[in-house]
């Protein structure tokens, strides 16, 4: 099945696809942190919209540096096509990149939060 191209954050999506099947950890944590400034490039420009996180947007590059939890959740969305980005950074761990087609349940990101006893920002 052909895939529909959203012009809007083709560049994005090329990077996700692109770390599939990525096996060098430390070329994954690099892109991590280069899909971030995309993000917030793009977030500026319109084309992303904060979804959720368990971290503030803005502060999302601190926070990690502040090692208080293993792992840090960000979820952005395209304003045109509505797929979400999650960016997951992990401290000396592998980051995680999915693209959700349909977007995810915020709801249940919260109830993961809460049970975890992080903050969550929907
Ligand atoms: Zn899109």
Redesign the pocket.
């Known amino acids: 099945m052909e895939e529909n191209i959203?012009t809007?954050?083709i560049e994005l999506?090329k990077i996700y696809k692109e770390m599939e099947n990525e096996e060098d950890l430390l070329k994954k944590i690099k892109t991590g942190f280069r899909v971030y400034d995309l993000m917030e490039k793009m977030k500026e420009e319109g084309a992303l919209t904060f979804y959720m996180s368990d971290t503030p947007f803005e502060k999302w590059r601190e926070k990690i540096e502040e090692e208080m939890y293993y792992s840090y959740s960000l979820y952005m969305q395209?304003t045109?096509?509505?797929?979400v980005y999650e960016l997951e950074i992990c401290i000396r761990g592998t980051p995680r990149f999915k693209v959700h087609n349909v977007p995810p349940d915020k709801e249940e990101f919260k109830e993961m939060c809460k049970r975890l006893k992080r903050a969550y920002y929907l």
């Open positions: 959203c809007t954050c999506n395209c045109n096509c509505k797929k």
